[in-house]
């Protein structure tokens, strides 16, 4: 089994900042799917579709859509099963529940998401 859970979500004023982090199961499996995949944190905001955000490779390339290009750094720590997302220079559209899970995603790897909310 297979299980990916996020946190450090929480409320921030615009311009503050935020980090997320995503651990995977520390079992065969998790390890497995953990070394072999890219990685993505995405983001469902209210009334929208889930998007990525941003993704990493098994040995760090990393990728991000333009909305958070500049602010947002993905990281991942192989050796924990860990993978990071620094958010900075928050902006209310940023609020959103954000997700780690495979890039492509997997169905079975969505997890509860954590929420931030970007507010005054």
């Known amino acids: 089994q297979v299980q990916l859970v996020e946190s450090g979500g929480g409320l921030v004023h615009p311009g503050g900042s935020q980090r997320l982090s995503c651990a995977a199961s520390r079992n065969i499996f998790g390890i497995t799917v953990f070394s072999i995949n890219d990685l993505g944190w995405y983001r469902q905001a209210p009334g929208n579709q889930r998007e990525l955000v941003a993704a990493i490779s098994p040995d760090g390339s990393t990728n991000y859509t333009d909305s958070v290009q500049g602010r947002f750094t993905i990281t991942r720590d192989n050796t924990k099963t860990m993978v990071y997302l620094q958010m900075n220079n928050l902006k209310p559209e940023d609020t959103a529940v954000y997700y780690c899970?495979?890039?492509?995603?997997?169905?079975?790897?969505w997890g509860q998401g954590t929420q931030v909310t970007v507010s005054s």
């Open positions: 899970n495979t890039d492509p995603s997997t169905d079975r790897y």
